[in-house]
C-alpha cells in the first residue's frame, strides 16, 4: 500500500482490538492496576473536537500504561439526567429519555471511530434504572447515617414553570426557559450534610499532591474556613439580643446599622403583622439566590424602627434594616454594617443616608471615603483610631485576635470558627432526576422506602403540557403504601440534583453490573482513579461533591478506608477554539455560519456567493456561533489518527489550542510521511554500516525523552520529539536492520497519540501481536552518553555548516577542521580569517 488509505486501515484495527477485548479492563492480581478516567460527557447530541482533544489525552494515558504492563480501566459514561431533556420534550412534545438515548446513540457512536481504548462493556448511563436504582440505596444508607436531612430553605422559585432552579440557570434575575421574575421561596428541601465534613475536606486539599494549585485554591476559598467574633446586640426594647458573627471584628467602631436578611425570624415575624414588612420582604425576595447574584443585585432596605444597643458604648444605639444582601444561610443571617470598610455597606449606606465612619487609616495620609471602601487586609498595618483593645499600630491579623480576646474578656462576644462551606440542598422540582426513595405518611411521617422495594422507577406516561413536575399530577405513581404502617402515603415528587449522579460515577465503574452501589473487592483493586481529566469550570461543586461523596460511601461501608480522597492526580486541559464567521442578517441580527461555508482567501472570509464574513478570531467552541468542528468530517477526510495528533501537537495541554485546516493538513502530510518512510524501511536492504550506532543512539534519547513527556503530561512536547526522530530516520544512512528496529520503535512510541498508523506500520515491520500489547521500549543508559556533539559553524554571523567532532576534542583541532570545511574554505576563498572563535561544545564563528 503506497498511501495510507485511513478509511481502509482505521475500521480495520478497531475491528481487531474489538475481537481481541484488548480494552475490556480485568482484574489482575499480579498485575499493577492503572484507572484513567474522563469527565464523562452530558449527551447533548454532538460531540466537537474539543471532546476529542479531552478523551485523546486520556487514551494517550492509557494506552501507554497497557504498554507498561499495567491492568487498565479506561471507561465511558453518561451524565444524562437534568432540565435539557426536559426543555426539548417541551419543545417537540416528545419523551426526556427518547431525546437521551437517541442523543447517546448518536454521540457513541461519533466516539468510537476516534479508536479510544474505551472499555465499553462498562457503559452506562446515569438514567439508566440499574444506575439511578443503586443511587437510591446509597440515599438511603447516607440517611440511616445522619449524612442526609430535611429541612427549610430558600431556593429559586420560577412562578411561571413552577420549579426551583439551580443558580446556573438563573439570568439576570429571570428564569432561563420562561423568563420570569425569579423568587427566592422558603420550602422543605433534602439536604446533604457536607458542611459537618468541611474541616476533613479542607484539610486533605494539602495532601492533594498531584493536583493543580489554581484548583486547590478553588476547592479551599470556597469552603472557606474564617475566624470570627459572633456577639449579640441587645436590642433597646428588650427582645432576644440579635446574633451576629464576623470576621472583622477590629471594625466595630465603624458599626453603621445592624442588618437582617428577608429571611430572618425577625423580619418574618415583622411581615405576618405589617403588611408593609411583608410587601418589601416579597420585593426583596425576587433575584437569584447566590450570593454573586444577591451582591449584584440593587440594594434594597427597610428600617424596622427597632434599635440596638452597640457593645463597647451602651449609649450608641444602632438601627436595624433588613436588607436584601444579606443572606440567611450564613453566619447568622445577621450583620452589622461598617461602610467605610466594605462596599455592599457603603452602597447602602449611601443610598439611605446612613453615617459612614472611618475606623482605621493606613499609615501615610487617608483618602476620605466616598464612593469606595477601603478596604483593610490582614497583612497591611493600619493605625486604629480609639482602639479599644489598647492598640495603637498592628497589623489586621493582630487587631482581629485582640478584639476577639477582648470581647471574651469582657464577656460580650467569643471567637468561632465558621466556614463558608453549605450543605447541599439536592431537591429539584423536576421530572427528569433520579426519585428520592421516600414517602410521606400522614401517621408516620417522612418514611424511607425499604431496600426490597427499590428501585423507585420514574413513570414513562408523563406530559409536559402544563409547567411544573409531572410527578405532582401522576397520582397512579405518587399513591404509595407506607412502609412502615402500611397505610395510605405518597411518594416523595422531588427528584435529585444532578450532581449526585456524577458525584459517585467513578466508584460505578468499577462493578457497573453489582447488585449493590459498589462490589467491595472490585474497588479495593481498582480505585482510586490514578489519572482524573477534565475541564476547570468543574474545579470547585463537582470535584467537592465527589470528594464528600467517596467520604460519605466509606462511612457507609461502599468504599474503602483508602479512596477517601478519589482522584489520585487531576488534570484540567485548555479548550480547542476556533474562528467565529459572522455576517449580518436582513433583521440587523447577527448570523452565524460553519467553517465548512467559509472559504479563507489570504486572511479573509467569503461565503460561497461572495459576501465576505467578519472574523471573530480564537473564540471557545459554542453551537450557538456555529464555530464547532465536526470530528466526523475530519475523520472522513483525513482520518481519526490526524486528529488526535494535531490536537494534542499544537500546544500544552492546558493550553488552549486553536483548530485550523492548515494544521489538520500538515498533520494529514507528517502521518502520510511517516508511512512512506516505513515502506521505505520495509523493502529496503542494506548493509550495517558506522552510521547504525548513530541512529540507535538517537533512538534511545528519543524513548527517554517521549517516556519523560508522556509521564509529565507534555504531550505536545512528545509530538515535537517524535517530529525530529522521524527526520533523523528519514535521513539515516544505517542499514536494514537498525532502520527496521528504529521505525519498529517509532511505531511503539506513536501508539498512545495514533494507535491506527503504528498498528499498521508494527504490521508492516513484522512486529510480533499488537504494538499496544508490546513492552514499552526502554531507554539503554549506556547509549545516552554523548561520544560525539555537532557543532554549527558561523560565517559573518549566519549559520553555513556543521560539525560532527568527538566530544571531548581539543579546541586546536577543532580549529583546523573548521578551517578545512567546504562552505568555509568556499568563503575564505584563499584568504584568511579575521577570527576564528571556538565555543568548546557550543558553536564554531568564522569572521572574514
Not at 115 to 133: N, P
Not at 167 to 174: I, R
Not at 266 to 290: H, L, R, Y
Not at 795 to 800: T, V
Request: include cysteine.
Amino acid at each position: 500500500m503506497s498511501r495510507y488509505e485511513t478509511s481502509e486501515v482505521e475500521p480495520k484495527w478497531q475491528e481487531k482490538w474489538d475481537a481481541a477485548q484488548v480494552f475490556e479492563a480485568k482484574v489482575d492480581p499480579n498485575r499493577p492496576k492503572y484507572y484513567v478516567l474522563e469527565m464523562f460527557p452530558y449527551p447533548s447530541g454532538r460531540i466537537h473536537i474539543g471532546h476529542v482533544r479531552n478523551y485523546t489525552m486520556g487514551d494517550v494515558i492509557a494506552r501507554y500504561k497497557m504498554s507498561c504492563g499495567f491492568s487498565v480501566l479506561h471507561p465511558m459514561g453518561w451524565d444524562a439526567f437534568g432540565m435539557p431533556a426536559e426543555n426539548a420534550a417541551m419543545a417537540s412534545g416528545g419523551h426526556p429519555k427518547d431525546w437521551t438515548y437517541a442523543n447517546i446513540d448518536v454521540m457513541r457512536g461519533q466516539m468510537k471511530p476516534l479508536g479510544l481504548s474505551i472499555d465499553w462493556t462498562r457503559e452506562f448511563a446515569t438514567c439508566d434504572l440499574e444506575y439511578y436504582g443503586q443511587q437510591q440505596a446509597l440515599f438511603l444508607d447516607m440517611l440511616d447515617a445522619g449524612l442526609v436531612y430535611r429541612k427549610k430553605a430558600v431556593v429559586n422559585w420560577d412562578p411561571v414553570d413552577m420549579t426551583v432552579l439551580a443558580n446556573e440557570q438563573v439570568e439576570d434575575g429571570k428564569g432561563w426557559r420562561s423568563g420570569a421574575e425569579v423568587e427566592r421561596k422558603e420550602l422543605t428541601q433534602w439536604f446533604f450534610a457536607i458542611s459537618s465534613m468541611a474541616d476533613e475536606l479542607l484539610e486533605a486539599i494539602g495532601d492533594l499532591d498531584d493536583w493543580p494549585p489554581k484548583v486547590k485554591l478553588m476547592q479551599e476559598n470556597w469552603i472557606g474556613k474564617s475566624r470570627g467574633l459572633q456577639f449579640g446586640f441587645e436590642r433597646v426594647d428588650g427582645g432576644d439580643p440579635i446574633e451576629v458573627y464576623t470576621t472583622r471584628p477590629d471594625t466595630l467602631n465603624g458599626a453603621s446599622f445592624v442588618g437582617i436578611s428577608p429571611g430572618h425570624p425577625i423580619a418574618k415575624a415583622m411581615a405576618e403583622e405589617n403588611p408593609e414588612v411583608a410587601a418589601f420582604i416579597k420585593e426583596a425576595s425576587k433575584g437569584g439566590t447566590t450570593a454573586e447574584a444577591v451582591e449584584k443585585a440593587e440594594k434594597l432596605g427597610y428600617d424596622t424602627g427597632l434599635r440596638v444597643k452597640h457593645p463597647l458604648n451602651p449609649d450608641w444605639e444602632l438601627p436595624v434594616w433588613i436588607a436584601n444582601f444579606i443572606l440567611m444561610d450564613y453566619g447568622t443571617g445577621a450583620i452589622f454594617a461598617c461602610p467605610a470598610h466594605d462596599q455592599r455597606d457603603l452602597d447602602f449606606c449611601r443610598k439611605y443616608d446612613l453615617p459612614v465612619i472611618d475606623t482605621f487609616f493606613g499609615l501615610e495620609d487617608a483618602t476620605p471615603v466616598e464612593a469606595e471602601a477601603f478596604v483593610p487586609t490582614k497583612t497591611e498595618r493600619v493605625r486604629w483610631v480609639d482602639h479599644f483593645a489598647g492598640l495603637d499600630i498592628a497589623t489586621g491579623e493582630e487587631a482581629i485576635e485582640a478584639t476577639i480576646d477582648f470581647a471574651e474578656a469582657a464577656g460580650w462576644g467569643k471567637g468561632v470558627e465558621q466556614f463558608r462551606l453549605r450543605d447541599w440542598g439536592l431537591s429539584r422540582q423536576r421530572y427528569w432526576g433520579c426519585p428520592i426513595p421516600v414517602v410521606h405518611c400522614a401517621t408516620c411521617g417522612v418514611v424511607p422506602e425499604k431496600k426490597e422495594n427499590l428501585p423507585i422507577a420514574l413513570p414513562d406516561d408523563v406530559s409536559f403540557d402544563v409547567p411544573g413536575n409531572p410527578l405532582d399530577r401522576h397520582p397512579a405513581w405518587r399513591d404509595a403504601t407506607c412502609p412502615t404502617c402500611g397505610g395510605a402515603a405518597q411518594r416523595e415528587t422531588d427528584t435529585m440534583d444532578t450532581f449526585v449522579d456524577s458525584s459517585w460515577y467513578y466508584a460505578r465503574f468499577t462493578a457497573p453490573r453489582a447488585t449493590t452501589p459498589t462490589d467491595m473487592a472490585e474497588v479495593d483493586y481498582w480505585m482510586n482513579v490514578d489519572q482524573y481529566i477534565g475541564g476547570i469550570e468543574h474545579a470547585i461543586l463537582h470535584l467537592l461533591y465527589s470528594r464528600f461523596f467517596a467520604r460519605a460511601m466509606q462511612v457507609t461501608g461502599h468504599l474503602p478506608e483508602s479512596a477517601k480522597e478519589p482522584f489520585n492526580a487531576l488534570f484540567t486541559q485548555g479548550m480547542v477554539t476556533h474562528a467565529i464567521f459572522k455576517t449580518t442578517g436582513a433583521d440587523g441580527r447577527p448570523k452565524y455560519h460553519y467553517p465548512e461555508e467559509v472559504e479563507l482567501r489570504e486572511g479573509k472570509g467569503f461565503l460561497e456567493d461572495g459576501t465576505e464574513v467578519d472574523i471573530i478570531p480564537s473564540a471557545k467552541m459554542s453551537k450557538s456561533k456555529n464555530n464547532v468542528v465536526d470530528p466526523q468530517a475530519i475523520i472522513a477526510q483525513y482520518g481519526a489518527d490526524t486528529a488526535r495528533w494535531f490536537v494534542l501537537s499544537d500546544s500544552p495541554p492546558e493550553r488552549d489550542v486553536e483548530w485550523t485546516a492548515s494544521g489538520a493538513e500538515a498533520s494529514y502530510k507528517h502521518l502520510q510521511r511517516v508511512w512512506r518512510i516505513a515502506s521505505d524501511v520495509a523493502r529496503a536492504d542494506r548493509a550495517a554500516n558506522d552510521a547504525d550506532a548513530e541512529l540507535l543512539r538517537a533512538m534511545h534519547k528519543t524513548i527517554q525523552e517521549v517516556t519523560q513527556a508522556i509521564d509529565g503530561f507534555a504531550f505536545n512536547a512528545a509530538v515535537a520529539k517524535l517530529y525530529g526522530f522521524t527526520n533523523t530516520l528519514n535521513k539515516s544512512d544505517a542499514g536494514a536492520e537498525a532502520r527496521r528496529i528504529a521505525c519498529r520503535t517509532l511505531a511503539q512510541l506513536m501508539s498512545p497519540m495514533t494507535p491506527h498508523l503504528a498498528e499498521e506500520i508494527w504490521a508492516l515491520l513484522d512486529g510480533e501481536g499488537f504494538v499496544l500489547n508490546a513492552e514499552w521500549p526502554k531507554a539503554d543508559p549506556a547509549m545516552l552518553v554523548e561520544d560525539t556533539i555537532t557543532l554549527p559553524i558561523q560565517i559573518n554571523g549566519k549559520r553555513r555548516s556543521e560539525l560532527k567532532i568527538a566530544k571531548d576534542l581539543p579546541k586546536d583541532e577543532v580549529e583546523k577542521l573548521a578551517l578545512a570545511d567546504e562552505a568555509v574554505v568556499k568563503a575564505l576563498d584563499g584568504g584568511t580569517p579575521k577570527k576564528l572563535i571556538v565555543v568548546p561544545g557550543r558553536i564554531v564563528n568564522v569572521v572574514i
